[in-house]
Structure formats: C-alpha cells, structure tokens
C-alpha cells in the first residue's frame, strides 16, 4: 500500500511554533531523499527542506534557522520542526520524495492530503 500520510498543523501565533509529523510507505520512503514542501494559499507548491537517507539536510532561503527536518528511517517518518512561525509560513504542508514521487502505474505525482498550518499575526 502506498502512501503519504502528514499530521501536526493546526493553528498558531505568530512566534510560535509546530511539528509536523509524515508518515510514508517503505516503497516510497525507502533509500530516497524526502523533502517537505509548503503550498501557500494561491501559490505554487515549494520545496522547503530536504534530508537525505544519509540525513544531510538543505532548506530554503525563507525557513533557514527556523525549521529543521529530520527523519527516523526505521519507522518511515520524516518530521519538521517550525520555530519563529511567521504569518507567510500559512499553508498547506506536504511530505514527498524529492524529486516527488511518481510512480508508471499512477501517470502523475502521488501527494497526500497534507496538513494546514495557520499562523495569525
């Protein structure tokens, strides 16, 4: 079975903070780099923070010293921690391989539901 499965968001103040929680399938998670990525509202989905199977990790520009990633490869998770929240950190949070993942026998990128996250200023 395979799936994406994100959890932790809700709704925060300004300077607060969030972990975020993705379960994947081992098919997906296996030995490939995951990455989380940020939809905010009327906006393209963006790739924030990335780690490898190896654990190195890479953030953008806009979450760097604020959030970390971090993965538990024996339980297929991958977690984000989101520190200092600010009020364009809104949006829906998304889970994947990186590149996303997208498998022949679905003919486009398999996402999940994600989770919200909203942060009031």
């Known amino acids: 079975q395979v799936q994406l499965v994100e959890s932790g968001g809700g709704l925060v103040q300004a300077g607060g903070s969030l972990r975020l929680s993705c379960a994947a399938s081992?098919?997906?998670?296996?030995?490939?780099?995951m990455g989380w990525y940020h939809q905010a509202p009327g906006k393209q989905r963006e790739l924030v923070a990335t780690?490898?199977?190896?654990?190195?990790?890479n953030y953008a520009d806009s979450v760097k010293g604020r959030f970390t990633i971090s993965r538990d490869n024996a339980k297929n998770t991958v977690h984000l921690q989101m520190n200092s929240l600010k009020p364009d950190d809104t949006g829906l949070y998304y889970c994947?391989?990186?590149?996303?993942?997208?498998?022949?026998?679905?003919?486009?990128?398999?996402w999940g539901k994600g989770t919200l996250v909203t942060v009031s200023s």
């Open positions: 994947n391989t990186n590149p996303p993942y997208s498998p022949r026998w679905y003919g486009v990128e398999y």
């Open positions: 081992g098919s997906i998670f296996s030995t490939n780099a």
């Open positions: 780690i490898t199977s190896g654990g190195n990790t």
